[in-house]
């Protein structure tokens, strides 16, 4: 029905930058809301960047000022720009995307995750 792709994960160093992108395909009329989310082994699953349709962005405060959201309606694309990474980003990150689909219905996919990995 609808497929999220996620790519650019890896190991870096601490200090060093990634970016992750997230394609959707499939059965869509629209897209809202776009996030991306990370979960670390035993932790939970957290919101840690949003952007809307509207290009709003929303950031939590462990990632602000390091991390930047961005996305390209026309590729139906959402990218996680990371700079500065740290240890303690290391984790699965998932991307979410809201998506009105052709058969009128509002769900909510994600992506398959990939991981990142920042270890000297």
């Known amino acids: 029905q609808v497929q999220l792709v996620e790519s650019g994960g890896g190991l870096v160093q601490p200090g060093g930058s990634l970016r992750l992108s997230c394609a959707a395909s499939?059965?869509?009329?629209?897209?809202?809301?776009m996030g991306w989310y990370r979960q670390a082994p035993g932790k939970q699953r957290d919101l840690i960047a949003s952007?809307?349709?509207?290009?709003?962005?929303n950031y939590a405060d462990s990632v602000k000022g390091r991390f930047t959201i961005s996305r390209d309606n026309n590729k139906n694309t959402v990218f996680l720009q990371m700079n500065s990474l740290k240890p303690e980003d290391t984790a699965v990150y998932y991307c979410n995307a809201h998506v009105l689909t052709t058969g009128r219905a509002i769900n909510s996919f994600w992506g398959q995750g990939t991981q990142v990995t920042v270890s000297s």
């Open positions: 952007i809307t349709s509207g290009a709003t962005t």
């Open positions: 499939g059965s869509i009329a629209s897209i809202g809301t």
